[in-house]
């Protein structure tokens, strides 16, 4: 199984409640919506992280807003589901909310040791 992994920052105009809003309520949603694109996830989650001071480190705060995970059977399906043109609606929706030249991501395979 491979896993997309996307690293969230909002726009600097939005709040983090806009921002979390935006995305649970409205591109989650849409990005389900899109069978185009979705019929191609297995599994879809996004973590909001939490406002303010990160538990256990002092005054260190996330260096994201979030964090999504976008899982598929294997890169072909992965591929197929971003290539499809129906893409274009979910990418308009990104600009939206995301800062995406300040968003990271990364395409890795898991490895469970226990579970």
């Not at 899982?71 to 995301?98: C, H, T, W």
Request: aromatic share 12%; net charge negative; glycine share 6%.
């Amino acid at each position: 199984m491979i896993k997309l992994v996307v690293c969230l920052k909002r726009k600097s105009d939005l709040s983090r409640a806009e921002f979390t809003e935006h995305w649970r309520e409205r591109h989650g949603p849409l990005f389900l919506e899109t069978t185009a694109v979705s019929r191609y996830v297995r599994k879809y989650v996004q973590s909001h992280a939490l406002d303010g001071p990160v538990p256990g480190f002092g005054e260190a705060v996330s260096a994201f807003d979030g964090f999504a995970e976008i899982f598929f059977d294997n890169a072909q399906d992965m591929a197929a589901a971003f290539g499809a043109p129906e893409y274009s609606i979910i990418r308009a929706d990104e600009v939206k909310f995301l800062d995406l030249a300040k968003c990271r991501i990364a395409v890795v395979e898991e490895v469970h040791f226990r579970e």
